[in-house]
């Protein structure tokens, strides 16, 4: 027993994905001790319920004394104290594969503290209160290794277990350090006295030099934007996976889920895929979050409270910012050229400007109703709400332009992300809803309170057609020539009459996924979930409906559908198909590069 508080983790059954979990609670002269577990994970805005893993809590004294534990809701308990303190014992199940929670099987352990570590309210309610933490590996002879971004105190070997020593300053940080514990490949590289750390889940064909070698200038980048990174080791803690798809930020790490076979394999040393592009973005995505989300931070998720939602209306900040510059270094650095940059601003256009809710919630409604719509989405939720990932990248270019336009090119996006940095983030003092206006008044002496306000309070969409013009390109828009066109190039193909659905194959026609409002399908009376069977006389698929649909010349259409097990016989207008599909095409070579570079006077 210790003077300090402690934890102990374990992965005690790999087949029933069991973690054992162990508190050592000094002795104290608080009479009653409460525990919880988050209800959520920082940077990720839904309420979890992490308490539904937690199972068989235990407590007694160290003299060995039984006490009994007393639930008083979903996510939090009370003991009555021992004079010389407590031992607590509690398993948890771990068998979500996401960044966000817990998993544990043959190949690797990984566990985020917010799902496993019961937080002890009378000694972490003092942020002065140092923890000490143990992981035990008790899978030495499966080759497991632990890949973490805790500062390692100690390691102690025996009988085929390492066990891992570490302390933390507060419980804060306690559950800030995601864990991989497994089988895995690692390489590291260095930039500006940071060590970066890239780690595989499991045995894989992944270049890994390859990814070291194309993350280098990209760390360097960030780096070199915000003046330092204050950590010593970073760590890209990847698990490999067939499909998956994740990401999410830790002050020294992050945690990413992508597939595996996504990745360039050893002997393809020349591939930039659409998918490898990806991964780099989104591990420029994570990192970037050190700064601008981890250190700049709104006031209140500077010590948020994790039993219950926190809301702000600044995540068009956060996560739109982050979105404008993941991209955008992969062009700055080389990696993608200009022609691939301008594809992907326009499939991101794209993206928004098919989404009909963003007429009807503005960017800082998404952001309030994260916890509740955005992360909590359903087939019908594009027609109601906007993302803030999504429209937050398109305020930023939009943004960086005005700025320039406004002080002729004097300032951009990059010194607003400094200065966020110098008088927010390196002191740990959380930003206000309106620190965009404030900083820009304050130090480039501009008012950008009325595009602000339209930008940020209405449902209006960004200027852009005009905007671009100002750094050399030109919009363009043009219909959607099938369901996986997502815009970001010109087509030579076109289509004429609009549906308003996406659809999959099935045996007897196509199931109806998503409708678009007011489009004819929807006019029609179709609803998701229905089988359209037929056009007119013709039984439709996936290969003959546009073309059934393009081929009408009178205004409405038959069409049969399926229902529940109902033949319903309805008419589909025949309109013209909406101009949706965004693509820009670079008309001044110079000037466009000038910004890529962010080049200011």
């Known amino acids: 027993m210790t003077d300090m508080l402690s934890y102990h983790i374990v992965p005690e059954n790999l087949a029933e994905h069991v973690f054992n979990v162990k508190i050592s ?82 190949e690797y352990a990984f566990f985020n503290g917010t799902s496993t570590f019961l937080e002890v309210k009378e000694f972490t309610d003092n942020a002065s209160s140092p923890i000490s933490l143990c992981i035990e590996n008790n899978q030495v002879d499966k080759n497991w290794r632990l890949c973490t971004s805790y500062q390692k105190h100690s390691v102690v070997e025996s009988n085929s277990i390492v066990k891992h020593y570490f302390t933390c300053e507060d419980y804060q940080e306690l559950i800030d350090h995601p864990v991989l514990l497994g089988q895995v490949e690692q390489a590291s590289f260095e930039v500006a006295d940071t060590n970066f750390h890239v780690v595989f889940s499991g045995k894989t064909e992944t270049d890994l030099q390859r990814i070291c070698q194309d993350l280098k200038p990209l760390c360097q980048h960030h780096i070199n934007l915000f003046g330092a990174l204050p950590e010593r080791d970073y760590w890209f803690l990847t698990l490999l996976s067939d499909d998956g798809f994740g990401g999410l930020e830790h002050r020294a790490s992050t945690a990413l889920l992508y597939p595996r076979f996504h990745l360039p394999m050893r002997s393809e040393t020349e591939l930039k895929s659409e998918h490898y592009q990806r991964f780099l973005s989104l591990c420029s995505h994570e990192l970037f979050h050190a700064w601008n989300v981890k250190r700049i931070k709104p006031q209140i998720m500077i010590s948020p409270e994790l039993s219950s939602e926190q809301y702000s209306e600044q995540l068009w900040i956060y996560e739109g910012f982050t979105s404008l510059y993941d991209d955008l270094s992969l062009a700055r650095t080389n990696f993608i050229d200009a022609q691939r940059y301008v594809e992907i601003l326009g499939e991101n256009l794209t993206r928004l400007k098919q989404t009909q809710g963003r007429h009807k919630q503005s960017i800082t409604e998404s952001s309030i109703n994260a916890w509740t719509k955005f992360y909590k989405q359903d087939a019908g939720s594009h027609n109601h709400i906007v993302s803030y990932y999504n429209k937050g990248a398109v305020i930023a270019l939009a943004l960086d332009i005005t700025l320039r336009e406004m002080s002729e090119n004097r300032y951009s996006i990059n010194q607003i992300m400094q200065i966020l940095w110098q008088e ?15 900083l820009c008044k304050k130090h480039f002496k501009l008012d950008i309170s009325e595009f602000l306000n339209t930008a940020l309070y209405s449902t209006d969409d960004s200027p852009l057609d005009a905007l671009v013009k100002k750094i050399g390109l030109k919009l363009h828009y043009r219909t959607q020539v099938s369901q996986s066109d997502k815009g970001g190039k010109p087509s030579t193909e076109s289509i004429k009459h609009a549906f308003g659905a996406i659809y999959k194959d099935q045996d007897s026609g196509l199931l109806l996924q998503t409708m678009r409002d007011g489009s004819p399908i929807v006019r029609a009376g179709a609803q998701i979930g229905d089988i359209l069977i037929a056009l007119g006389q013709w039984q439709v698929n996936s290969g003959n409906l546009q073309r059934l649909l393009d081929n009408q010349v009178c205004s409405h259409v038959e069409i049969t559908l399926l229902r ?38």
């Open 564 to 601: 529940q097990g109902r033949i319903l016989r309805a008419q589909l207008p025949i309109e013209a198909a909406k101009a949706d599909t965004a693509y820009f095409t670079i008309e001044d070579t110079k000037k466009f590069q000038c910004w890529i570079d962010g080049s200011v006077d």
């Open 424 to 438: 927010y983030g390196s002191c740990n003092i959380g930003t206000p809803d309106d620190v965009i206006q404030q």
């Open 25 to 106: 609670i000094p002795a104290s002269k608080h009479a009653i001790i409460h525990l919880s577990i988050p209800a959520w994970i920082p940077g990720s805005y839904m309420i979890r319920d992490f308490c539904k893993n937690i199972h068989s809590i235990h407590a007694e004294s160290h003299s060995g004394q039984k006490l009994e534990t007393i639930q008083i809701d979903k996510q939090t308990w009370q003991i009555a104290n021992a004079s010389d303190g407590l031992m607590l014992t509690y398993q948890v199940y771990a068998f979500d594969l996401s960044v966000r929670g817990a998993y544990l099987f043959d």
